[in-house]
């Protein structure tokens, strides 16, 4: 929480943590303080490999860094073995809140798997509210500390189990006690939107907002079913959806070439044309991506990774974190690495939280009270 913020070398002035930033990918089970795992774990009687925060904390990050898909899953099942009853729930849920006010964030979209939290017990209406105590408790004690932050809960069905209708019909009962949109998460290839015709076809007839994972696993055929099958208004990661877009470069020009070079002549398929004309966000993770393979095919490092051939050809791209532990990451540093990497500015960096306050699941009267209060922000920060 303390360490010093990196100064990008283009302006040492800019704090990015101080500005309000808007988190719209961003898993409950894979943001909770390792102390915490610790502690309830040991009082779960759950194994971990290393009781040691700082040893803990190490032990994720190299997980998630391994390039092997076990590895990376047995971290979920240490962050989901402590999330199983109601007090442990609620207090993962405020801590996330705190964690994120203290980086900055000012209003937060958080999503988890009801279904994955029933093993103690719990009903799936019991773990929502559950969850939503801790969220309520963690902005009560932000706003306690002199900040403001707003969160919603994002309902998420796991892919390859079978609840989809079950969950979405969850969502929609508690979207006047903090439900904000669905989701579905887990293994992409293989397991498409079209599986949750039913349930997508129940929350459309609900006007009750979607978004879908697509394009991390799976390329642009995925792309094509969430927004298809799921109708999906936003789309996780959608990262892939850069595949669908070819691009002529000159001999020495280059994509990583920072914000006023030409990308060199650029067509762009009928998925992306959709998605892009159409303005659906994509709910970008830079450094998850990176883990992943996500982006492996356009080179697998931060230079090569097509966020900024999709900013700059007008998609609606969001800068978000996806698993804060697992990737030992805060969305101030997602900023700062683009920052670094493509030499973006304050403007940048307002654009791409603008588009997250667009892309919110909120009414337009409190996307406009969010937009106003993030430009504030952002002009105090000019000074
Ligand atoms: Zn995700």
Partial sequence: MTEPILLPASDPHLDIRSLPKVSLHDHLDGGLRPATIIELAGAAGHELPSTDPVALGVWFREAADSGSLPRYLETFDHTIAVMQTRENLSRVAREFVEDLAEDGVVYAEIRWAPEQHVRGGLTLDEAVDAVQEGLNEGVDAVEAGGRLIQVGQLITAMRHADRG???????????????????????????????FAEAFTYLAENQFPVTVHAGEAAGVASIRDALVHGRALRLGHGVRIAEDIDVEFDADDSVDAGNDTAVGMVSIGQVAGWVRDRGIPLEICPSSNLQTGAVDSFGGDIESHPIDLLYQTGFQVTVNTDNRLMSGVTLTGEFELLVQTFDYDLDDILELTMNAVDAAFLPLEERDALAAYVTEGFNQARG
Avoid at 172 to 189: K, Q
């Fill in 165 to 195: 209708m079950e969950i979405a019909e969850l969502a929609v009962r508690h979207r006047n006690s903090g439900a904000v949109g669905f989701d579905i998460a887990g293994a992409e290839d293989g397991f498409p939107p079209s599986r």
